[in-house]
Nanobody, 119 residues
């Protein structure tokens, strides 16, 4: 079984910064991709950023230049540095990972962490 535990959400003023962390634990052989998604009230969940095991990254257009995703493969941890936050960044942020285990590959989600940006 694999679990993702997120931390780092909270309340911040517009223009401020937050750093989210997500640590994977369990019977993990390797993690192919780690990503952050978000879901704002009344909206669908959307991809924010993703990073492969080799460090290739992709970002949603709305966060390019403001957010940075990184990972520590030794710690099975992914980070999301969020700068110049805007009220429209308010959402529940979910960690996601494509994990290789002995029985097979899994897609795992974290429980979510709330980010609130006040104007």
């Amino acid at each position: 079984q694999v679990q993702l535990v997120e931390s780092g959400g909270g309340l911040v003023q517009a223009g401020g910064s937050l750093r989210l962390s997500c640590a994977a634990s369990g019977s993990i052989l390797s993690i192919l991709v780690m990503a952050w998604y978000r879901q704002a009230p009344g909206k669908e969940r959307e991809l924010v950023a993703r990073i492969t095991s080799r460090g290739s990254t992709n970002y949603a257009d709305s966060v390019k230049g403001r957010f940075a995703i990184s990972r520590d493969n030794a710690k099975n941890t992914v980070y999301l540095q969020m700068n110049s936050l805007k009220p429209e960044d308010t959402a529940v942020y979910y960690c996601n990972a494509e994990v290789v285990t002995a029985p097979g590959d899994l897609v795992v989600w974290g429980q979510g962490t709330l980010v609130t940006v006040s104007s």
